[in-house]
Nanobody, 125 residues
Framework: VQLQASGGGSVQAGGSLRLSCANS????????VSWFRQAPGKEREFVAG????????FYKDSVRGRFTISRDIVQNTIYLQMDSLQPEDTATYYC???????????????????WGQGTQVTVSS
């Protein structure tokens, strides 16, 4: 697995961005693939994730209804559509993948084996 993230940028509050994370070495089959974010001075936190087999999704409560995680099976890419962005969403966003993640650990950064480079999202008020 080699993850390549893209799509960050700067928007005003209420705007939208779409992040992409591609596995340049093949399929995500058998993996949990998630997005995390880290703001300056804060710990890395889970945002949204998907069990690639079956497409089951899960979200941080504060983004549910605003963010949507989706996938392109052919392109081996996972997306994070972020709508109604707020200044508190400002952070560096990371995609991560893990193959041995149990349900109770899906929100734990330490459970993931592979990480992409971060992409910056800045939301101004």
């Amino acid at each position: 697995v080699q993850l390549q993230a893209s799509g960050g940028g700067s928007v005003q509050a209420g705007g939208s961005l779409r992040l992409s994370c591609a596995n340049s070495r093949g399929t995500f089959r058998g993996y949990v693939v998630s997005w995390f974010r880290q703001a300056p001075g804060k710990e890395r936190e889970f945002v949204a994730g998907m069990k690639w087999n079956g497409g089951i999704t899960f979200y941080k409560d504060s983004v549910r209804g605003r963010f949507t995680i989706s996938r392109d099976i052919v392109q081996n890419t996972i997306y994070l559509q972020m709508d109604s962005l707020q200044p508190e969403d400002t952070a560096t966003y990371y995609c991560a993948a893990g193959s041995r993640i149990i349900t109770s650990s899906t929100r734990e950064p330490s459970a993931y084996d592979y990480w992409g480079q971060g992409t910056q999202v800045t939301v101004s008020s």
